[in-house]
C-alpha cells in the first residue's frame, strides 16, 4: 500500500501500489501506480516520487515544510 491524505475515499476496486501517495480529500476510482502521488476527485497522477518537484534528498530524508 501506500499513504493516503486525511478524508480519501477508496472505491470498489480501487488499489494503492506500493509507495504512493494520495492527497486529502481524493476520490480514487481505480489502481494508483508504484510511487506515484495523486490527488483530485477523481484522483488523478501528477507526479512520480523521487522525480521534478518530488525528489527526495540524497540522504532519504524528507525535506523540512516551508512556513506557510
Do not use: K, M, Y
Not at 476527485?41 to 525535506?63: M, W
Amino acid at each position: 500500500g501506500g499513504w493516503r491524505g486525511a478524508g480519501v475515499v477508496l472505491l470498489d476496486g480501487a488499489f494503492l501500489r506500493t509507495g504512493c501517495v494520495v492527497g486529502a480529500l481524493s476520490l480514487v476510482r481505480s489502481e494508483i501506480p508504484a510511487g506515484a502521488v495523486c490527488t483530485g476527485n477523481p484522483a488523478a497522477v501528477i507526479g512520480q516520487r523521487g522525480h521534478g518537484r518530488f525528489a527526495l534528498p540524497e540522504t532519504g530524508a524528507f525535506p523540512p515544510l516551508e512556513s506557510a
